[in-house]
């Protein structure tokens, strides 16, 4: 079975600019969730879509948003990005949320 | 409030030889799950193992083994006979309510195997 796959793997925007980053779960699972790594502050839970519809949501800004397609794909979207954003973001997939598989993670870089 | 204390920054090692890596969780809930992910280089999160609240045997999995001892909160992993290829990140992480939606994680363990 394929792994979680996330595209593109590395982006580099500038202030201001809006990004989009794109995860396909594995066959089969429902749940998708967003976690952001950063040196300073480690692994923090962005939000989890599951059939399509936001199930949690962590402590982040209203710039960060995100999407689920019928197909369980997902879609995160960072607006009006700021250099503290800069961040390694990892999509992760299960079944129907027990045990969570993570993608090799997008690395942004905003200048 | 939920939290998981990896108090060991760095850990270096030198090939072949057995290292644990520890964790200290903290939860007012009854159910609650506990995992161990592994980062290599490359920044993949690599699941390790889950366990839940109920479950405190211990597990081996060809050189790695867990400890679980609900009695001092604590789920250490340890590896024996390391190898290079173990170099990574390890974090342990801390999952309540009954899904995995919301993972918190800890620090993080930094282990350097040397040849």
């Known amino acids: 079975k394929a792994g979680v796959t996330q595209t593109p793997r590395y982006l580099i925007k500038t202030r201001g600019q809006q990004v989009t980053l794109s995860c396909s779960p594995i066959s089969g699972h429902r749940s998708v969730s967003w976690y952001q790594q950063t040196p300073g502050q480690g692994l923090q839970f962005l939000f989890e879509y599951f059939s399509e519809t936001q199930r949690n949501k962590g402590n982040f800004p209203g710039r960060f948003s995100g999407r689920q397609f019928s197909n369980s794909r997902s879609e995160m979207n960072v607006s009006t990005l700021e250099l503290g954003d800069s961040a390694l973001y990892l999509c992760?997939?299960?079944?129907?949320?027990?045990?969570?598989?993570f993608g090799p993670g997008t690395r942004l870089l905003v200048l | 409030a939920q939290k998981v204390t990896q108090a060991q920054t760095e850990i270096s090692v030198v090939e072949k030889e057995d290292v644990t890596l520890d964790c200290v969780y903290e939860?007012?809930?009854?159910?609650?799950?506990l995992f161990w992910y592994k980062q290599p280089p490359s920044g993949e999160l690599v699941f390790l193992i889950r366990?839940?609240?109920?479950?405190?045997q211990n597990e081996i999995s060809g050189r790695y083994s867990w400890n679980f001892q609900k009695s001092t909160s604590s789920f250490n992993f340890t590896i024996t006979a390391s190898q290079v290829v173990d170099s990574a990140v390890y974090f342990c992480?801390?999952?309540?309510?009954?899904?995995?939606?919301?993972?918190?994680f800890g620090s993080g363990t930094r282990l350097s195997i040397r040849p």
């Open positions: 939860t007012r809930d009854t159910t609650y799950y």
């Open positions: 366990r839940n609240s109920f479950d405190e």
């Open positions: 992480a801390l999952s309540v309510d009954g899904s995995a939606s919301k993972i918190i």
């Open positions: 992760a997939s299960s079944h129907g949320g027990e045990t969570q598989y």
